[in-house]
């Protein structure tokens, strides 16, 4: 299954007087980056946060921001430090008074020093502390996944129908390259007329030409592997597991086959079939690159 990699999530969830607010958003990225915002008394469970998304996201970069509030007078585990803020709102009033600043020093100033809110690691947090903010952050990753996962339809629908336009372009391709053996031969023909005419027929130079007229009209192979390429395309649609990396691979494929078949056609109607293939082949690119 397809599964984009951007979205939102959000989860919410209450337990014994606490109260955990938790919002996802997931963008594209090569690889899994995690980024968190957590209260300063859940700082312990930086690592358990990641161990947790990373059974819903296997890639994009994902910021993830817990709110915590509690109905008890509990604080959290966070201690006031009142010496050190005394010590802060002095230091920034004699700031002001030296550079001859106005204006009053608020809390909004001193909260900027991390000193004066710690947190007291010899105070356990209760239990459903923890079980309040683990659950919220399940919800979240599951509304994110869902939205990704419809998100994934979407672009699914987009990928198929451009591997069939894919398919319908080399049939024209194959039709023309039949269509050309006729005026190929027919030019051969006439250059082997001259030939015997002139009597300058030379059996190597003939067979040289039949081998090179051969090469340049048959592009038979060239589409052949470009079909096995969108049958491998559409079956990584279907797919469980994640499809980025092998979609990508298989695009690059399709591109090296198109520019394969330009070189050989040498006919103006087929290069501009290529053309058309290459601007899809780069649609589908650009398509994957939000895609798991």
Excluded at 3 to 19: A, I, V
Excluded at 116 to 141: F, G, K, Y
Excluded at 149 to 160: A, C, K, M, S, Y
Excluded at 190 to 198: G, I
Aim: net charge negative; aromatic share 6%.
């Amino acid at each position: 299954m397809i599964t984009s990699m951007t979205g939102y999530g959000q989860g919410e969830f209450k337990c014994n007087g606490y109260e955990s607010f938790v919002e996802v958003r997931a963008v594209n990225h090569r690889f899994l980056d995690v980024s968190m915002r957590l209260p300063r008394a859940l700082s312990t469970y930086e690592e358990t946060v990641k161990e947790m998304v990373r059974k819903f996201v296997s890639r994009g970069r994902i910021n993830l921001v817990v709110n915590l509030k509690s109905e008890r007078d509990t604080g959290l585990g966070l201690r006031l430090d009142m010496e050190a803020a005394s010590y802060h709102k002095q230091l920034l009033e004699k700031l002001r008074d030296d550079l001859g600043l106005s204006g009053d020093v608020t809390i909004d100033h001193l909260l900027h020093f991390s000193e004066i809110l710690t947190t007291d690691s010899s105070d356990e947090l209760p239990e459903e502390v923890w079980q309040t903010v683990e659950s919220a952050i399940q919800q979240a990753m599951r509304n994110l996944n869902d939205m990704r996962q419809r998100e994934g339809l979407e672009i699914t629908n987009d990928l198929r129908s451009r591997v069939e336009a894919l398919q319908q372009k080399l049939v024209a391709i194959e039709e023309r390259s039949i269509a050309r053996r006729g005026e190929e031969f027919q030019r051969l023909y006439q250059r082997v007329k001259e030939m015997v005419q002139t009597k300058e027929l030379d059996a190597n130079r003939l067979e040289l030409e039949v081998a090179l007229l051969a090469d340049r009209v048959d592009v038979t192979e060239e589409c052949t592997r470009f079909r096995s390429h969108n049958t491998l395309f559409l079956e990584a649609l279907a797919e469980e597991a994640p499809a980025g990396r092998k979609l990508n691979f298989l695009l690059q494929e399709m591109n090296r086959e198109a520019n394969t078949i330009g070189a050989k056609a040498n006919d103006a109607k087929i290069a501009h079939l290529v053309v058309e293939i290459k601007e899809e082949v780069e649609k589908l690119r650009e398509q994957i690159q939000n895609i798991e």
